[in-house]
């Protein structure tokens, strides 16, 4: 059995690396990491995506047309719902109580298609960035699915994090 961070040297396996987290035990199994001595603080990040289609998929998505009705609202929607069930859809993700969750989703002309953007808040003592990840992922993959019936060549795009902020270490 692989233990890629004992492999790599980042950390052995138990160990914590330089920053004082693994996840994995002292026999190289996954674990959850320990976020005891976390202080908490309030945790913030900001994840982005995209989604490109045909021009006149883009018109009906504005102009309300769909036959699936506002795709938009419904997307949001699932957003929010995806960034609160992250631990359940990432095995060692700690459940957070968040504070809040914002998802714009804006028309880029330029792709064509839609833009979107999440911003995860909570006070913990561990970060959201999978929270904001989680949002923009399940927001993209509502659009899709409201939206494939109409445009076979929908395409998600790059998903990344754009910031994130908050976190502090107890002294020991």
């Known amino acids: 059995?692989?233990?890629?961070?004992?492999?790599?040297?980042?950390?052995?396996?138990?160990?914590?690396?330089?920053?004082?987290?693994?996840?994995?035990?002292?026999?190289?199994?996954?674990?959850?990491v320990d976020v005891?001595?976390?202080d908490d603080t309030v945790r913030v990040a900001r994840?982005?995506?995209?989604?490109?289609m045909a021009p006149t998929t883009l018109d009906a998505v504005l102009g309300g047309t769909t036959p699936k009705g506002d795709v938009l609202a419904v997307a949001r929607?699932?957003?929010?719902?995806?960034?609160?069930?992250t631990p359940e859809l990432i095995p060692l993700c700690h459940p957070l109580t968040l504070t809040g969750v914002e998802v714009a989703i804006e028309p880029d002309?330029?792709?064509?298609?839609?833009?979107?953007?999440?911003?995860?808040?909570?006070?913990?003592?561990?970060?959201?960035?999978m929270e904001?990840?989680?949002?923009?992922?399940?927001?993209?993959?509502t659009l899709y699915d409201m939206l494939k019936a109409l445009d076979s060549g929908l395409e998600i795009g790059y998903i990344s994090l754009l910031s994130k902020s908050g976190g502090t270490r107890k002294a020991r």
Do not use: W
């Open 36 to 38: 005891t001595d976390k």
């Open 132 to 141: 904001a990840l989680t949002a923009v992922s399940v927001c993209l993959l």
């Open 47 to 52: 994840a982005a995506g995209s989604i490109r």
């Open 77 to 85: 929607v699932a957003g929010i719902m995806g960034a609160k069930r």
């Open 1 to 32: 059995m692989s233990r890629h961070l004992a492999d790599s040297g980042d950390a052995p396996a138990g160990d914590a690396g330089a920053d004082g987290l693994t996840h994995l035990d002292a026999a190289g199994k996954a674990r959850m």
């Open 109 to 129: 002309a330029a792709l064509p298609g839609l833009r979107v953007e999440a911003t995860a808040r909570c006070t913990g003592p561990t970060g959201v960035e």
